[in-house]
């Protein structure tokens, strides 16, 4: 840390210190000492360039990873990007909390039953055998091979699939191609709702 810094820091603390005395919210104030730590973090961290996976767009990012740890401490825009010129929209601004340096990130699958209020720690095998199974009810009692035309549809119309925005280009031509194969006509992708 810089003296300037250090000074700024110390001034902060002490008048925080005598404010939260006075009953006044100091959540703010730490949010901004939390913010010169990061800025001095990323003064050491090693940066390397990559591409937002999301969209054709492809837009620039820097990545920077603590020296120490080998973790990513920051994800933006990179301003010398021919195309983006450092702008990322909501998907590519967000690609930082889906690292592990986002605590609140979902590692487990969460159920919660039918007129439950209590969530349930379930596996993937467990997920994945229920959904399969429940789409698999679903499409064969509601299939429909003709419309009230007579022409030959072969559709479902009871199932619909949104993909997460987290999907890339060939997860979505996979998972289209996947649900179309089923006879989907209800495929939608979150980031365009
Ligand atoms: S998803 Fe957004 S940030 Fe990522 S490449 Fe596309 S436009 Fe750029």
């Not at 000492?33 to 360039?49: C, G, Y």
């Not at 825009?77 to 983006?84: A, F, K």
């Not at 209020?117 to 003709?146: G, H, V, Y």
Request: glycine share 8%.
């Amino acid at each position: 840390m810089r003296r300037r810094q250090f000074l700024k820091m110390s001034c902060v603390l002490g008048a925080g210190v005598a404010l939260c005395g006075l009953g006044v919210d100091l959540v703010p104030i730490e949010a901004w000492a939390d913010e010169i730590k990061k800025i001095d973090r990323l003064k050491s961290a090693r940066q390397t360039m990559s591409v937002c996976c999301y969209c054709s767009v492809g837009c620039g990012l820097i990545c920077a990873t603590d020296e120490k740890t080998g973790k990513i401490i920051n994800i933006e825009g990179d301003p010398e990007h021919p195309v983006s010129e450092g702008s990322l929209c909501a998907k590519g601004a967000g690609i930082f909390q889906t690292t592990e340096a986002n605590e609140h990130r979902l590692t487990k699958v969460l159920y919660r039953a039918p007129n439950s209020d209590k969530w349930e720690e379930k596996s993937w095998d467990w997920a994945i055998d229920r959904i399969a199974r429940l789409m698999k009810e679903e499409r064969d009692k509601s299939f429909i091979t003709k419309n009230a035309a007579g022409q030959v549809v072969n559709r479902v119309e009871t199932l619909a699939h949104m993909g997460s925005s987290n999907l890339d280009n060939e997860e979505c031509w996979s998972i289209t191609a996947w649900a179309r194969s089923l006879g989907l006509v209800y495929i939608d992708h979150q980031a365009r709702v």
